[in-house]
């Protein structure tokens, strides 16, 4: 199965509504979120996720979400920007693409939330960059993004032998209906 753009528009449009319906309730947790960020100041929603006014997003986060392209299920940004891992990095580490690289290799940066119509079987989290921002890891290696590729491009997959997409399983995606 594939996911169209409308599947893609209608699961975020359907995560709006949850996420605006799941304003009135109210918790009390001292668990970190998700992403693993337990410095925020945001609150949980229904989803255990970090939410702002009215439920939405709270300011500075980044939406991951799982997409079909044309290496299969990857993980990108909610605009459609796939992710990449860098080799030369370490799980952990603080990120080395940095002066010229990050030119071409763009930090994915905020705090990390998955979209409500996808699973991930990793873990989201962030690692300190050197000016003191957040950069989005996964199964702890920092993500970056290709700059200037168009939604969906995977034409960075394999560049110098160490940049890669995180390819995901089918099984991350919950389809509607």
């Not at 979400?65 to 990857?74: A, D, E, K, P, T």
């Not at 998955?114 to 989005?136: E, F, R």
Request: hydrophobic content about 35%.
């Amino acid at each position: 199965m594939r996911k169209s753009g409308w599947a893609v528009a209608a699961a975020g449009i359907s995560s709006l509504v949850l996420l605006l319906t799941a304003c009135g309730g109210s918790s009390s947790s001292s668990s970190s979120s998700a992403a693993g960020n337990s410095g925020s100041t945001s609150t949980p929603n229904a989803a255990g996720q970090p939410s702002g006014a009215a439920g939405l997003p709270a300011k500075g986060s980044t939406v991951m979400i799982v997409q079909h392209s044309n290496l299969g299920w990857v993980l990108a940004e909610a605009n459609g920007q796939v992710v990449y891992t860098y080799g030369g990095d370490s799980k952990g580490g603080s990120p080395t693409c940095t002066g010229s690289c990050a030119t071409i290799w763009g930090a994915v940066t905020g705090l990390p939330l998955v979209s409500s119509a996808d699973t991930l079987p990793g873990q989201l989290g962030t690692v300190s960059m050197s000016n003191g921002a957040k950069q989005i890891t996964y199964n702890g290696m920092p993500l970056y993004t290709f700059n200037g590729a168009k939604p969906l491009s995977t034409k960075g997959n394999g560049v110098e032998g160490k940049w890669h997409v995180i390819k995901l399983p089918g099984s991350a995606v919950t389809f509607a209906g």
